[in-house]
């Protein structure tokens, strides 16, 4: 009887390194026709975390030729203010995508904020405009992470059609939306959350598992199909202090066909979707 192989690794990091290559000439062609692709990144507060996304996003879109616009405001601003700045970013011609880091002050509503900016520049694809377009199959912005996790599951090179997944989780911005985008890609979708009996009886019959529960090891082993596709999306702090994800990847990883780690997954590739549809906003501002 021969043992099951360990799971493939689907390296995030290094398929991000690829499909911002194709981004960088993407950019360089729509200079040389006048526009460059400029993204405007709000900071309110200085969230540790947030600061570290931020500084990321805007890394990443220096070492793509993406022009980055940062501004980092008090706790204390108040939401007019920042309500009135996101509609001047909205009426300047030269910014094609707007984000606003969550988690906002207590006093601010996110959701007033989300609708706030332009659905021509809703580059997170959080509004509810951008979660109608992906329910109805309409072009759009569609959420980052959940857009990054189908790019990972399409580096395999398995073809989703008639292949049932499970989704863990099921927030606005990626349980929900990352079902829609394996039902379009005809996959059968079970979604799965914290009122479902007994998660394993779905996900041991599942071709391809996407944790995104936001705890530690929230799928083992023994809950695992020999030879599925796993993404973890969490990204975690154990009782210890260590960095987890939503999956017990050593073990996982001895039951799966592929996997993505933490760090180095899921994570790399939210922050090339980014920058993919900020580039796509400024590709249709050109039309």
Known sequence: MTSQPQAQIIDGIA?????RAGIAARVGELQQRGVRPALAVILVGDDPASAVYVRNKVK???QTGVRSIFEQYEAAMPESVLLARI??????????GILVQLPLPKHINPQRVIETISSTKDVDGYSTLSAGELMTGAPGFRPCTPYGC???IESTGIDLRGKHAVVIGRSNTVGKPMALLLLQANATVTLCHSATHDIGQHTRQADLVV???????VLSADMVKPGAIVIDVG????ADGKLCGDV???AVREVAGFITPVPGGVGPMTITMLLVNTLEAAERAAK
């Open 15 to 19: 398929l991000s390194t690829q499909l």
């Open 248 to 250: 017990d990847f050593a």
């Open 150 to 152: 189908m790019k990972l």
């Open 87 to 96: 509609a001047a970013l909205n009426a300047d011609p030269a910014v094609h």
């Open 235 to 238: 990204m975690n702090r154990s």
């Open 211 to 217: 944790a995104a529960v936001g705890k530690c090891n």
């Open 60 to 62: 990443a879109c220096a």
